[in-house]
């Protein structure tokens, strides 16, 4: 799991208002247990962006170039 993956997130985090399966991006690596993730509504405005642990989430799309 590395900056600009798309992940999936496999539990709910209801203070932030998300639900387990919503998709986000990782934005920023902050140490081997934890990154950074945006979530973004339909029309592409941050809805949320948090700490969460890799174990949280589960990697959909990555950019292998």
């Given amino acids: 799991m590395k ?3 798309v992940v999936e997130l496999l539990v709910d985090v ?4 998300l639900k387990a399966g ?3 991006t990782v934005v920023l ?4 247990d ?3 993730v945006e979530f973004v ?3 592409g405005y941050t809805t949320a962006q948090l ?5 949280q989430l589960r990697v959909t799309w990555s950019y292998e170039g």
């Fill in 14 to 17: 209801p203070e932030e208002g």
């Fill in 22 to 24: 919503e998709t986000g």
């Fill in 34 to 36: 934890t990154v950074e």
């Fill in 51 to 55: 700490p969460l642990r890799r174990d």
């Fill in 41 to 43: 509504d339909d029309e």
């Fill in 3 to 5: 900056e600009i993956d």
């Fill in 29 to 32: 690596e902050l140490d081997e």
